[in-house]
């Protein structure tokens, strides 16, 4: 059964500053991996999709690696602002032919808090 | 932007009580997909939808829940006896085809609160 960690359960740091957000998974053979934002109480806004092939996508400050083999995630956020708080959660998908059985497995999520 | 709707946004209801928790999927999407988040836990999945019929379903979706989609646009989630451990935010997710990349599109959510 696929399990995703992340760690710490939260973060904090001061403004400016360039941060990683790790994620692991137990089970390597994934279809795709994708970086979600939650602000308290709302909805999950997708940040960026890696598919298994992939080693790295990008989306302005954010960048997000995958090392399959690994069965790790990193996201990068680069000068971080206080807009950034909120808590980003890492999801992965198991393979699949069809989109049917793609649900989606989560970790918990990392609170980031950036202070100004 | 297409976005996937839910409605309403803050359900309460009575233990014991039926609630029915609405969404549109984006127009095109073909597979369909719930989710729930307890406070302070894991976003799960519940259950996936395809063609008129239940693709998958975790150990959480049991004899108390449904879905449906009656009407070609909207998916619905039912629960026929709320219990107060149903308590959580209801995400709604749709997917637009098999093709790659797969990117699973959620709604705002739905809030439900049982007292």
């Known amino acids: 059964k696929q399990e995703v960690t992340q760690i710490p359960a939260a973060l904090s740091v001061p403004e400016g500053e360039n941060l990683v957000l790790n994620c692991s998974f137990t089970?390597?053979?994934?279809?795709?991996l994708q970086w979600f934002r939650q602000d308290p109480g709302k909805g999950l806004t997708s940040l960026l999709l890696?598919?298994?092939?992939?080693r790295e996508q990008t989306s302005g400050r954010l960048n997000a690696s995958l090392d399959k083999s690994s069965g790790r995630s990193t996201l990068y956020i680069a000068a971080s602002q206080p807009g950034d708080s909120a808590t980003y959660l890492c999801a992965v998908r198991p393979p699949s032919t069809t989109g049917a059985n793609s649900k989606l497995t989560f970790g918990k999520g990392i609170t980031l808090s950036v202070r100004p | 932007e297409p976005e996937v709707t839910q409605t309403p946004s803050h359900q309460v209801t009575q233990m014991g009580q039926e609630v029915i928790l609405r969404c549109v999927p984006i127009s095109n999407h073909l597979y369909f997909y719930w989710y729930r988040q307890i406070l302070g836990q894991k976003v799960e999945f519940l259950v996936s939808?395809?063609?008129?019929?239940?693709?998958?379903k975790s150990e959480i979706f049991d004899d108390q829940f449904s879905v449906e989609r009656p009407d070609g646009s909207n998916f619905t989630l039912k629960i026929r006896s709320t219990k107060l451990e149903d308590s959580a935010m209801y995400f709604c997710?749709?997917?637009?085809?098999?093709?790659?990349?797969?990117?699973?599109?959620f709604g705002p959510g739905t809030r439900l609160t049982v007292t």
């Open positions: 997710a749709s997917l637009f085809s098999g093709r790659p990349p797969h990117e699973q599109y």
């Open positions: 089970d390597s053979a994934i279809y795709n």
């Open positions: 939808f395809y063609n008129n019929e239940i693709s998958e």
């Open positions: 890696i598919q298994s092939s992939q």
